[in-house]
């Protein structure tokens, strides 16, 4: 398997090429960017930027292993909102598009929300209707994901949404689609379950995985610490995706970010994460 890490994990305001060589520097064979708003990656922005990032990893030595996108919390594909769910669809393919372009094989696509509770005031939807409407969402952009050969990976969240591996998978195999398959999140299953069944059951169907570990005795967002800190059984983690025959991508996606000299998070992720891949003993 390869070592990445998320464009999420670097201090607040570091521009892409910044986390670019940061992330060579620390010993990554890989780094995830993320489509935002507006920014280098943007929606916005055009292919030129795209290119022009692409060609600076290149030049820096390290891959660019998928492409993320967090604005889905502010536009969900399942909102009771049509202007809204709109929105959250023009991202989606202004991503796929975006990933093209970079060379990348993945999307990470949040499917929508029943609730969120870490945002305040976030709208309460139906769960037969969330799931309704993000199967509708989903099988539009299947389609378009063919045409970019690019694969959607749809990440379990916190969104009191697709809350079991079976009900992912069930989700997924409705869609029908080689270009559909799940961002499985490591740290994200904590909460309610054990991320070593989530990937025995959801097997090939896991176009890339997100390192993260979670504390389940502290609860909530406060739950979430360096790698090898928490409570996610690492060994058996690996020993899963072995088993299933993953060899692509583990990204990391360090969350929170430390108080002082917050680009040490990187090279602690680094070393932790070859560790958990066998890729060196310990000093």
Known sequence: MKKGINAWSFPAGMGAKECIRLA???????????????????????????????AYAKETGIELSSLASGLYWDYPLTSNDEAIRRKGLDVAKKQLEMAAAIGVDTILLIPGAVGVDFIPGAEVVPYDVAYDRAQEAVSQLASIAAEHQVNIGLENVWNKFLLSPLEMRNFIDEIGSPWVGSYFDVGNTLANGYPEHWISILGKRIKKVHFKDYRRQAGGLHGFVDLLAGDVDYPAVVKALEAVGYDDYVIAEMIPAYTHHSEQIIYNTSRSMDRILGREAAR
């Open 24 to 54: 060579k520097s620390a010993g990554f064979d890989g780094i995830e960017l993320e489509l935002a708003e507006t920014g280098e990656l943007s929606l916005a922005g055009g292919e030129k930027e795209a290119l022009e990032l692409k």
